[in-house]
């Protein structure tokens, strides 16, 4: 397709989601704009845009799709802005943000039956973030929810989808107030568990100075996702409030239920809750993408030594296999510690199984 794209925050997933219109599109032209203009400027020379520009309200006049990757009170603002805009008639719009309601009620108050709004949100992400850490795959097989405004028909739903047919994503299409329930159960609710886990911790380290060196494992894995910006959940928290109170009061009370089951020594319901829980998980799909991006680990036992670590990564690096973090997860009494990779996909995190069993004798695992 040829037009006008604009993007209006050149972050990870606004940086990604030019990448992978450019590589589908390569005669679109790919306008960029951020409030830092040093992101802008980056996106340009890494060529992730075609030209970075200062005032987005002049280029979104003659863009042909508009796609916001803001946060989410600052999306509002934009699209009360373009809405005073004498934008192209055939124009889509579309955001990439993580809630939906509010964002679609500003969107239908705004334009009316003026212009054509399709709320959006690619559920993939990163450990990394700024324009720089942008990858033309980073919605591969992920969802993509889509949203679309009552203007909204069958074929702009549809341009829309062609647009974005180089993110390689399985779009879905729901309801703004779907989408937002959705993602708070399997998204929203469990940021702010980790980031209670992750305090609670903080408090239990000023009686025990241990906690911090002992969290380093497993607990530090379990809670990664407590790392994401504060900025960013503030905003998910404050548009996303009526279900995630109610999602809230829902875990509370099964919490006391848990503690009811302590407290009678009822270890019947207490099994049950793990096993059913346990059940579910297991049920998962393994290999897809959802609404909290995939961490693709390897652990690897290995002997404590001087270089082992460089060897490790030196055989990956031999077999051009990219990792994106490395780090000890503990060191044993024994002979043993834990080494923990991790990759971008899995595909390359089975090539990695693969290099080192033909390597080493080191045990390698998953969960």
Known sequence: MRGNVLIIGLGLIGGSIALAIKKEHPDANIYGYDTDEQQAMLAKALKIIDEPV???????????????????????????????????????????????????EAAEHYFGAHQVFIGGHPMAGSHKSGVAAAKEHLFENAFY???????????????????????????????????????????????????????????????????????????????????SSPEMWKDILLHNDQILISLLDSWVREIEEVKEWMVNKDGQKIYDFF????????????????????????????????????????????????????????????????????????EDRALAVECLQLKTTYDTYFD
């Open 54 to 104: 200062n005032d987005y309200s002049v280029t979104a006049r003659t863009s042909d799709l508009i796609v916001i990757c803001t946060p989410v009170n600052a999306t509002v603002q934009v699209i009360e802005t373009l809405a005073a805009l004498p934008l192209k008639g055939t124009a889509i719009l579309t955001d990439a943000g993580s809630t939906k309601k509010k964002v679609m």
């Open 145 to 227: 929810m889509l949203t679309p405004s009552s203007l909204a028909g069958v074929k702009e739903i549809g341009q829309l989808k062609m647009w974005l047919k180089g993110t390689k994503a399985k779009f879905i299409e729901v309801s703004a107030e779907e989408h937002d329930y959705l993602t708070g159960v399997i998204s929203h609710l469990p940021h702010i568990m980790a980031a209670s886990m992750v305090n609670l911790a903080e408090d239990a380290e000023k009686k025990h100075e241990i906690i911090a060196r002992l969290a380093a494992g497993g607990f530090r894995d379990t809670t990664r996702i407590a790392s």
């Open 275 to 346: 096993l059913g829980a346990k059940r579910f998980r297991d049920a998962m799909p393994v290999h897809e993408k959802g609404a909290i991006p995939s961490s693709y680990d390897l652990y690897v036992d290995v002997p404590d030594y001087p270089g082992v670590i460089s060897e490790i990564t030196g055989y990956l690096a031999e077999s051009s296999i990219s990792i994106t973090n490395i780090r000890i997860l503990e060191t044993r009494e024994e002979i043993y510690g834990v080494l923990a990779i991790s990759f971008q996909s899995n």
